[in-house]
């Protein structure tokens, strides 16, 4: 009875059962996902890569520390994907195959191989990018991993057939020659890595990395087959993307290839033929009409362009030869880029006999070189740094021979960093540009002024023999001094308020301000040893 009673007065709620609300039901585990999926492990990591789903880590482990989690929405999202039936047909396809092989009926093998299934990725690349502009701000990981593959050799063991890296080789020519075209090239930097580029599409900064032209070892402990996922669908942005950009410039693509030219396998930049789009003459009249770019617009950029600093003409009227040690590709892409001209491969008296011939780039040393007054003979290095300096360096350092000055960085900036190196106010002065002033340099500067003003007044004061003038200086120097005062003081005040303010925080901001200054203090001390390596290499010199 007293049960009863307590059961009716106390109305308990519903027992809820584990894993059925809360962060348990918003992630599902790999394994799960695979069965759900009704998926092989090989073609749910293929489909995750392809449609840009990535595992997730809960606030808690619920099942453990080694286990994967994924949000169960992608896992649906998946789920009504139409390249998990294309897998499965793939699948049953080979099944029949195989059967077909072992039975010896070659007649309905060749048939089966000759009626394979293929699927496309094109749906993928709308779903994932519905506007051009972020296809554009995603081409950085495209473009360094398509170079890479593009400097591979073929290798039957890790499944990379020679016919995937030409494919790489011509995608990536192609985005370079859109590059050359468009003027769109920014900044070149050499370093240990490779070569690193950055070119401006659409007010958006690309930056990608191309190995050198060495032969490239691959390794076994790396998982080539995930990489090779990432190239499928990489391959298919940057075809879409190139497509965009060429059509932009009414230029037709793909560009031909001139079979004619030598190294046309390798997809030299003089191999492509550019050609417009066959328009008619109706849709070409009315298109100029619609696009007729004014005058004032076309002053506008070039007003931009100057602004920017970038001088897209710098090697106008200017012709290099490239010598077969130097890294050609890399040069002929920089140099076509800032409108100059190319030549590699010619007899010794064509090259001898051509006039027009104004730079030699070239690596060997002087005694193997026969130099010839009218040309400049100089090492690579100066194109990438005439580039980046946005004018022509003097050539003297960069002779054959000679010890090359420092590669700067031009993704580095000095005012930010609170160190600007040797060189750069070597080249700064070049161009006719004011030091950079770092912010203790100007409140160094304002004291010293103070201080120097004062004491100059004060010797001024005791040498005139006037009155009159010994009263002004006196005045100004009590005006100087007021402000002196005035400007300590409120230094002082500041300094009360900052040590309030850090009394008043919680512990959570005084952790994370401590940190900022620490790394503050980091960044100073590494700005001194900089600037005491190079006090070093002065007294060496």
């Known amino acids: 009875y007293q049960r009863r009673v307590h059961g009716e007065n106390c109305r308990m709620g519903k027992k809820i059962k584990k894993g059925t609300k809360g962060t348990a039901t918003q992630y599902i585990s790999r394994a799960k996902a695979i069965r759900k999926l009704q998926l092989s492990l090989k073609d749910f990591r293929r489909i995750c890569i392809l449609k840009g789903v990535y595992p997730r880590e809960p ?122 075209k468009a003027k769109a090239l920014r900044k070149v930097f050499l370093s240990i890595k490779g070569i690193y580029y950055q070119c401006e599409i659409l007010g958006q900064q690309v930056t990608w990395i191309t190995p050198y032209q060495f032969v490239q070892s691959m390794p076994y402990d790396v998982d080539y087959k995930i990489m090779l996922t990432f190239l499928e669908f990489y391959e298919v942005l940057l075809r879409f993307a190139n497509y965009k950009l060429y059509s932009s410039l009414n230029l037709a693509y793909p560009p031909k290839v001139d079979p004619v030219l030598e190294h046309s396998e390798f997809y030299t930049y003089s191999s492509f033929i550019l050609e417009e789009k066959k328009n008619t003459a109706e849709e070409t009249q009315a298109k100029d009409q619609k696009y007729a770019i004014s005058e004032e617009f076309t002053k506008e950029t070039e007003q931009l362009y100057k602004a920017s600093g970038c001088n897209v003409n710098l090697f106008k ?166 402000h002196k005062n005035k400007e300590e003081k409120k230094m002082r005040e500041l300094i009360e308020n900052k040590k309030l303010a850090r009394s008043m925080l919680t512990k959570k901001r005084r952790r994370i301000l401590s940190k900022i200054l620490f790394a503050k203090e980091k960044k100073r001390k590494e700005i001194e040893k900089l600037k005491q390596k190079a006090q070093v290499k002065k007294s060496n010199k």
């Not at 606030?59 to 897998?87: C, E, M, P, W």
């Not at 699948?91 to 039975?103: E, G, M, P, V």
Request: with cysteine; aromatic share 10%.
């Open 317 to 482: 009227n200017l012709v290099f030869y490239l010598s077969r040690e130097t890294p050609r590709i890399s040069l002929e892409f920089v140099i076509l880029s800032f409108s100059g001209r190319v030549i590699y491969d010619i007899d010794d008296q064509d090259f001898y006999n051509d006039a027009s011939i104004t730079h030699v780039i070239t690596d060997r040393e002087p005694k193997h070189i026969k130099f010839l007054s009218n040309r400049e003979y100089i090492q690579p290095q100066w194109v990438f740094d005439c580039v980046n300096n946005n004018f022509l360096v003097p050539v003297k350092e960069y002779a054959p021979g000679k010890i090359l000055p420092p590669h700067l960085s031009p993704f580095v900036d000095n005012k930010k960093e609170g160190y600007v190196p040797e060189r750069q106010k070597k080249l700064n002065e070049l161009k006719g540009e004011e030091e950079i002033v770092m912010d203790d340099d100007l409140e160094a500067q304002l004291v010293n002024d103070v201080v120097g003003n004062g004491t100059n007044h004060n010797e001024n004061a005791d040498e005139e023999e006037d009155e009159d003038d010994v009263e002004e200086v006196q005045e100004e120097f009590d005006i100087e001094k007021e």
């Open 59 to 180: 606030k808690k482990n619920l099942k453990g520390l080694k286990t994967t989690y994924y949000h169960v929405k992608d896992i649906n999202f998946l789920a009504h994907d139409q390249l998990i039936s294309r897998f499965r047909d793939i699948k049953a396809h080979l099944k029949k195959y195989k059967k077909a092989l072992a039975r010896g009926n070659t007649d309905k093998a060749n048939k089966l191989k000759e009626h394979k299934p293929t699927y496309t990725l094109t749906h993928l690349i709308r779903e994932r990018y519905p506007t051009f502009l972020d296809a554009i701000r995603d081409l950085d990981d495209p473009l360094c991993l398509i170079n890479l593959f593009a400097s591979f050799q073929a290798h039957h063991d890790h499944n990379v057939p020679a016919e995937r890296i030409q494919k790489c080789i011509k995608l990536s020519r192609e985005f370079n020659m859109f590059v050359i």
